[in-house]
């Protein structure tokens, strides 16, 4: 159980691209997703939590506006990143926690976004 | 906000040898400790964890120790073998209010078992 399933799995785009990077719970209803970012050789960065139809909180020197957060519904969080450039190419995760569950998060299996 | 240290970033050891990784946290507030096994490109992965009111858990060859007053949190794996190189993260929880929290991860530790 407590499977969480993130989609496109790679994304190869020029630069000036928008992405949508999808997370989603398939078998229990995530009260709160996780978006991270990870660079080659380095930790899980947290990006923003965002709660099921309230807007997301985002961490200190995360903009906003360059990562769009959604999360419509208890199953579905998406990440835009938005015009995209070199500096944006990452591993991007999502996680997601439903009330009860016996770990913390529960990991995707995370996004290769590379921007040309 | 919560700070976590993780020692060595590298670690190199013969099969069959024992391995040891250590964090530290700073905020005496959190309260759950896991720690993550993620290999190259693929997720992290939930290989034990430790809650505050517990000193030591153990499952397998792997275990993990706490000391509160220290603020220090340890990993040890036992009778290593080839799969467990990985890169192994801790992780910090904090509460920040109603059902809010946040994990906040150490470095990593790539662990490189030699056959």
């Known amino acids: 159980g407590a499977v969480v399933s993130q989609h496109p799995s790679r994304v190869i785009c020029k630069s000036g691209t928008s992405v949508k990077i999808e997370c989603r719970s398939l078998d229990f209803q995530a009260t709160t997703m996780f978006w991270y970012r990870q660079f080659p050789k380095k930790s899980l960065m947290l990006m923003a939590t965002?709660?099921?139809?309230?807007?997301?909180?985002?961490e200190q020197g995360v903009e906003k506006d360059k990562f769009l957060i959604n999360h419509a519904s208890l199953t579905l969080s998406t990440l835009t990143v938005t015009s995209a450039h070199p500096e944006d190419s990452s591993f991007y995760i999502c996680?997601?926690?439903?009330?009860?569950?016996?770990?913390?998060?529960?990991f995707g299996d995370g996004t290769r976004l590379s921007i040309l | 906000g919560e700070n976590v240290e993780q020692h060595p970033s590298t670690l190199s050891v013969q099969e069959g040898d024992s391995a040891v990784i250590k964090c530290t946290y700073s905020d005496s507030a959190s309260n759950y400790f896991p720690w993550y096994k993620q290999e190259l490109g693929k997720r992290p992965q939930l290989i034990i964890d430790i809650r505050s009111n517990v000193g030591e858990k153990k499952d397998q060859r792997i275990a993990v120790t706490l000391n509160k007053t220290a603020k220090h949190f340890s990993l040890h794996i036992t009778e290593t073998q080839p799969e467990d190189s990985a890169v192994y993260f801790c992780?910090?929880?904090?509460?920040?209010?109603?059902?809010?929290?946040?994990?906040?991860f150490g470095k990593g530790t790539l662990l490189t078992v030699n056959p």
């Open positions: 965002s709660n099921e139809g309230s807007k997301a909180t985002y």
């Open positions: 996680s997601a926690w439903t009330r009860g569950s016996n770990q913390p998060q529960h």
């Open positions: 992780a910090a929880l904090t509460y920040s209010g109603g059902s809010n929290y946040k994990l906040t």
